[in-house]
């Protein structure tokens, strides 16, 4: 069967193609049909009853695979690597479940998990799902504001966390963090618990903090409790265009079959393969492609605790695609600039026996045609780009590796998957010619696995997604697609940019800035840069009579951003100016701003108030010292 066979089989009926794929999944009662229209945009497999946590573990030690690694944690930056097998992993996992149950968890509950990339962070969110406690992960580089924030949205029984964490050069102490999160939340967890690694010991609160191993070394092991295949498995939230991050609530059973088909269909991934995601546990990514996909394939994961340079050096990657012979490895293009900037030559790759791979897939961000070139070249395998988003949970569009590889048209991560229905809309809501940019959006309904409302805000979900083209999910990208069916992603509709593969709102930068007292007014525009794609820039206008030099307040702010969204916002430069461009009707020109930063040419629009502004932008980032960079 080719692509088109079975994307136009999908199309043809996609009830009857989703509930086939659903015959791979272990039911506790198998779904009678596949699509319900009902909740805000309909769902998918309602009436099933399944447990995640079973299809991920214990069936594959059911079915003989308990002494295969399920989990290798491979951590240079602690020089260890330990293998978890499914056996192990089921043990560990049942018994987490059992005691956090034995504290009063209970299905539904939510619980948020803070934590480093460590196998516990894994085997915490797989003992939610034995339960049906509603897992949160919180990515371990947001600040104690942002997962304040978290803590009274998802209003968490528990939290899961570690005492640190560890960064080059630094230890990244998790537990004061937690605290200050804890203290700023209005909502309160009933309790915490606490992974102590060796690097820092944290200390305890009394009555509300439980160390790890003592608070399981009594528990009786949890069974996998059947849900409704409409009960969520997690929410993760994600950057809008405000400062309020959005809940995607996943929901159990689509999950599961869009998952499991993936491997196959796009990583080409079996029951006993190894695979390796090379990002975050507190990412889309690290959900559907670390913990679980993977497992619900019968797959080893591995868990890589460090980075593409430095830890020790740009061999890293491969060194552990050779030792643990890796067949599918997927990572950002960031991560490969970062790799092809300290070893141009490749020469680090002739060091390891790269055999077992098959192919690498990018996402998170554009992949720009030099980095697949660089790698291909290295390589000379398959570098396939694929599009997708924390709302989706997996590939809108792909080279479906697993089926056939297409060819490659660097620049485009391919067609669309089965279960999407990609259209190109001008401003109007009508389909633009082949090959003319539009907004990007999918035809209703949305697969299985993608999201079917968001947590405590279905009125948003509706304004962010459903309300601009009624009949559709509006992606936020914008791009084209050619006379082949593949596709372009060119930039975001709205205030997200995308700083080395990490999906983060301007909105909540500005947010902060104008919380400065000093600041009347602020913008934070995404400006391309060659090893992060886009890295944040901010435009301060000050109140009247502001004494402290321009130079004191912008230290502040980057230090406020740091502190208040975190250091994965990759904040440094803000400048000071006069005023910002606007339009007549007083809307900032932040696309126009971020074109002045990129020194690319500008024409000014027609609507601008005043076209003098943008020579004031330009001059207030020379000062700065900001070069543009063109397009990346
Ligand atoms: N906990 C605490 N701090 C973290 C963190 C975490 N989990 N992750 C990142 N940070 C910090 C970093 O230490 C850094 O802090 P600094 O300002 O003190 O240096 C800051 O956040 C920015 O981190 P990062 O984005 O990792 O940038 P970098 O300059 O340290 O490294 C790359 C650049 C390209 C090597 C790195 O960004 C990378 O590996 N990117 C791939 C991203 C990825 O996999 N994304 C997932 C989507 S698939
Ligand atoms: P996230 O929700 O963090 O996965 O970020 C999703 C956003 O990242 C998308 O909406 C795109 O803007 C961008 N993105 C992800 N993958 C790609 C890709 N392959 N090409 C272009 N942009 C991408």
Redesign the pocket.
Known sequence: MTYRDIYDAWKADPEAFWLKAAEDIDWDRAPAKGWFDQGPVGEWFSDAMVNTCWNAVDRHVKAGRGDQPALIHDSPVTGSVQKITFSELRDRVARLAGALQAKGVVKGDRVIIYM?MVPEAIIAMLACARIGAIHSVV???FAARELAVRIDDATPRAIISASC?I?PGRI?SYKPLLDTAIDMATHKPEFCVILQREQEIAEMVPGRDFEWDSFQQDAVPADCLPVEGNHPVYILYTSGTTGKPKGVIRHSAGHLVALNWSMKNIYDIEAGDVYWA???V??V?GHSYICYAPLFAGATTIIFEG???GTPDAGTFWRVISEHKVKSFF??P??IR?VKREDPEGKLIGNYDLSALKAVFL??ERADPDTITWLEDKLNLPVLDHWWQTETGWSIAANPFGIEHLPVKKGSPSVAMPGYDVHILDDSGNETPTGTLGAIAIKLPLPPGALPNLWNAEARLHKAYFERFPGYYETGDAGYVDADGYLYIMARTDDVIN????RLSTGAMEEVLASHPAVAEAAVIGASDP??GEVPLGFLCLKRGIEAPDEQITREVVAMVRDKIG??A?FKTACVVERLPKTRSGKILRAIMAKVANGETVTAPATIDDPAILDEIAEALKKVGHIGQGDS
């Open positions: 480093p990515f371990g580089g964490g960064e990244v090379a990002s975050d507190g990412w990514v980075k593409p340079v990572t950002a960031t991560a970062a996402a998170g700083v080395a593969g990490h090893l992060k250091p994965v990759a």
